[in-house]
């Protein structure tokens, strides 16, 4: 697959272009074995619904909008999630809440929301915003460095997505852990998540031919092994300090709030390898989505640089509405002001949505948007292909943030409404949803409100699809700082 060219004018930014159409599903394989993008053809962006047989597994691809919200909001119990999920993630997350089902997750759930209240969002932003004035301290040396003033004319180099990466990183460990994320232990955990990355894409793939289940984990769990070795190390040192859980002497981020979270209809609490399951998915949900997006968001700037402009406006007005303007840190009402920062965001999702795939098991014989659905059947919502069909979304491959602003038109809100699920939809819906959208507006309005972000001409990212989207080569721009 292939990019089409960046074109401005029609403001489509690159993607993978879907292959030409063959039901040989065996060759699909083949190709997803480097990205999951293989498995998809140039039809499935406009149907409705499509259905085939591959070695005894009914497999159904599900576009029409009314029909993934049957299957993720209406009958959600019918269509859990599959047990592909599950094994394919259970030697990184355990038994974490994406990937189990029933009471199971219900309860994890009822735990998880109360560590992601909009009080905690408020509490954990002084976390976020020290990971962000570091990503700003690195990014500023780096520019300072290319002529010692600053950038030539053309900007300094910088790869988005490697410092996208790490203020990620370093954003999950600060609201998690309470503590910046070190230089040593990044490249060590970044380089684990990138072999699980890569292996995870390909086991899929050869699960689907049917190789051992635990061949494969096996294959996977090595990958995993110092990841959470990491994270139980961790909670290992924060739970031994002892029992006093006191606002005034334990630290007040994600950890502890999982640590005192307590179900209200059971009383249940996390055991431990319980909290490094979350704690796992957590850095994994929050780290390689967000740095997914954010490279992503990024590099559009680059492209667009009107967007852009308007968003310095933005940020300068919102800090402007304030005293100590313009010069003080963005805080939690700040952001909440930036509405055409959140649709560049929306946007960016959209058209790059970090999660490519759910797939769902139905749970017996059933119909979806006039279609027959086995028992058994692996069903799959793909936020790509539904969020750029082209019989929901006017230029669907284009770069268009007001689709997302509250002036939109009557078709942009219905599809904003109906056909956007970068987060899943339903109870199932990502309970990081607002954690993240908060931490993408902070990163963006200080990069937009220090630096002019230019485009690298010389530079295509190369878009794999595998556990979250990637850019196989990097997202590199130019930056030049800007003078007060």
Same mark, same amino acid.
């Given at each position: 697959?292939?990019?089409?060219?960046?074109?401005?004018?029609?403001?489509?930014?690159?993607?993978?272009?879907?292959?030409?159409?063959?039901?040989?599903?065996?060759?699909?394989?083949?190709? #997803?074995?480097?990205?999951?993008?293989? *498995? @998809?053809?140039?039809?499935?962006?406009?149907?409705?619904?499509?259905?085939?047989?591959?070695?005894?597994?009914?497999?159904? &691809?599900?576009?029409?909008?009314?029909?993934?919200?049957?299957?993720?909001?209406?009958?959600?119990?019918?269509?859990?999630?599959?047990?592909?999920? *599950?094994?394919?993630?259970?030697?990184?997350?355990?038994?974490?809440?994406?990937?189990?089902?029933?009471?199971?997750?219900?309860?994890?759930?009822?735990?998880?929301?109360?560590?992601?209240?909009?009080?905690?969002?408020?509490?954990?932003?002084?976390?976020?915003?020290?990971?962000?004035?570091?990503? /700003?301290?690195?990014?500023?040396?780096?520019?300072?460095?290319?002529?010692?003033?600053?950038?030539?004319?053309?900007?300094?180099?910088?790869?988005?997505?490697?410092?996208?990466?790490?203020?990620?990183?370093?954003?999950?460990?600060?609201?998690?852990?309470?503590?910046?994320?070190?230089?040593?232990?990044?490249?060590?955990? +970044?380089?684990? +998540?990138?072999?699980?990355?890569?292996?995870?894409?390909?086991?899929?793939?050869?699960?689907?031919?049917?190789?051992?289940?635990?061949?494969?984990?096996?294959?996977?769990?090595?990958?995993?092994?110092?990841?959470?070795?990491?994270?139980?190390?961790?909670?290992?040192?924060?739970?031994?300090?002892?029992?006093?859980?006191?606002?005034?002497?334990?630290?007040?981020?994600?950890?502890?709030?999982?640590?005192?979270?307590?179900?209200?209809?059971?009383?249940?609490?996390?055991?431990?390898? #319980?909290?490094?399951?979350?704690?796992?998915?957590?850095?994994?949900?929050?780290?390689?989505?967000?740095?997914?997006? *954010?490279? /992503?968001?990024?590099?559009?700037?680059?492209? +667009?640089?009107?967007?852009?402009?308007?968003?310095?406006?933005?940020?300068?007005?919102?800090?402007?509405?304030?005293?100590?303007? =313009?010069?003080?840190?963005?805080?939690?009402?700040?952001?909440?002001?930036?509405?055409? #920062?959140?649709?560049?965001?929306?946007?960016?999702?959209?058209?790059?949505?970090?999660?490519?795939?759910?797939?769902?098991? $139905?749970?017996?014989?059933?119909?979806?948007?006039?279609?027959?659905? =086995? /028992?058994?059947? &692996?069903?799959?919502? $793909?936020?790509?292909?539904?969020?750029?069909?082209?019989?929901?979304?006017?230029?669907?491959?284009?770069?268009?943030?007001?689709?997302?602003?509250?002036?939109?038109?009557?078709?942009?809100?219905?599809?904003?409404?109906?056909?956007?699920?970068?987060?899943?939809?339903?109870?199932?819906?990502?309970?990081?949803?607002?954690?993240?959208?908060?931490?993408?507006?902070?990163?963006?309005?200080?990069?937009?409100?220090?630096?002019?972000?230019?485009?690298?001409?010389?530079?295509?990212?190369?878009?794999?699809?595998?556990?979250?989207?990637?850019?196989?080569?990097?997202?590199?721009?130019?930056?030049?700082? @800007?003078?007060?």
């Amino acid at each position: 697959m292939t990019n089409p060219p960046t074109s401005p004018e029609a403001k489509e930014p690159i993607y993978p272009l879907p292959e030409p159409y063959t039901p040989n599903f065996l060759r699909r394989i083949r190709r #997803g074995l480097y990205s999951w993008f293989g *498995l @998809l053809n140039e039809w499935d962006f406009r149907i409705p619904v499509g259905a085939l047989r591959f070695m005894g597994l009914n497999l159904l &691809l599900v576009n029409d909008p009314a029909a993934v919200r049957q299957v993720m909001v209406s009958e959600v119990e019918a269509f859990p999630k599959h047990p592909y999920t *599950l094994w394919i993630l259970e030697p990184l997350i355990g038994r974490a809440i994406f990937s189990v089902n029933g009471e199971e997750w219900a309860q994890q759930r009822r735990l998880v929301d109360q560590a992601f209240q909009v009080a905690q969002l408020q509490r954990v932003l002084p976390q976020m915003e020290g990971a962000v004035e570091a990503l /700003m301290e690195r990014l500023e040396a780096q520019v300072d460095g290319c002529t010692g003033d600053g950038g030539s004319i053309d900007g300094c180099p910088v790869d988005a997505d490697a410092e996208m990466t790490l203020v990620t990183a370093d954003v999950i460990v600060r609201t998690i852990l309470s503590r910046p994320l070190e230089g040593a232990e990044a490249e060590a955990i +970044f380089a684990a +998540f990138a072999r699980y990355q890569k292996r995870a894409g390909r086991a899929l793939m050869l699960r689907f031919l049917r190789l051992p289940r635990r061949r494969l984990q096996g294959y996977l769990a090595t990958h995993a092994a110092p990841i959470r070795a990491w994270i139980a190390a961790a909670i290992e040192a924060r739970l031994d300090t002892g029992d006093d859980s006191s606002e005034r002497s334990s630290p007040q981020d994600l950890l502890q709030a999982l640590i005192e979270a307590r179900d209200p209809q059971s009383g249940a609490r996390f055991s431990r390898d #319980g909290l490094v399951d979350q704690v796992c998915f957590l850095f994994l949900a929050g780290h390689e989505t967000s740095a997914s997006s *954010l490279g /992503m968001a990024v590099y559009l700037l680059g492209c +667009f640089p009107e967007v852009q402009q308007r968003l310095r406006a933005e940020v300068l007005q919102a800090l402007g509405s304030r005293a100590g303007a =313009p010069d003080r840190t963005l805080g939690f009402d700040d952001l909440r002001q930036l509405s055409y #920062g959140a649709a560049i965001f929306n946007e960016t999702l959209r058209l790059y949505p970090p999660v490519s795939f759910f797939i769902r098991e $139905s749970q017996a014989n059933t119909e979806l948007a006039g279609s027959r659905c =086995p /028992m058994r059947a &692996l069903v799959t919502l $793909s936020p790509w292909v539904v969020q750029r069909h082209e019989q929901h979304w006017s230029d669907p491959n284009a770069f268009r943030p007001e689709r997302f602003l509250s002036d939109a038109n009557a078709d942009d809100r219905r599809w904003a409404r109906d056909a956007f699920l970068p987060y899943g939809l339903g109870p199932r819906k990502c309970p990081g949803a607002a954690f993240a959208q908060q931490e993408a507006l902070l990163v963006l309005a200080e990069l937009v409100r220090r630096f002019e972000v230019l485009p690298d001409p010389e530079h295509e990212p190369e878009l794999v699809a595998r556990l979250t989207l990637r850019s196989r080569n990097g997202i590199r721009v130019r930056l030049l700082r @800007l003078r007060s």
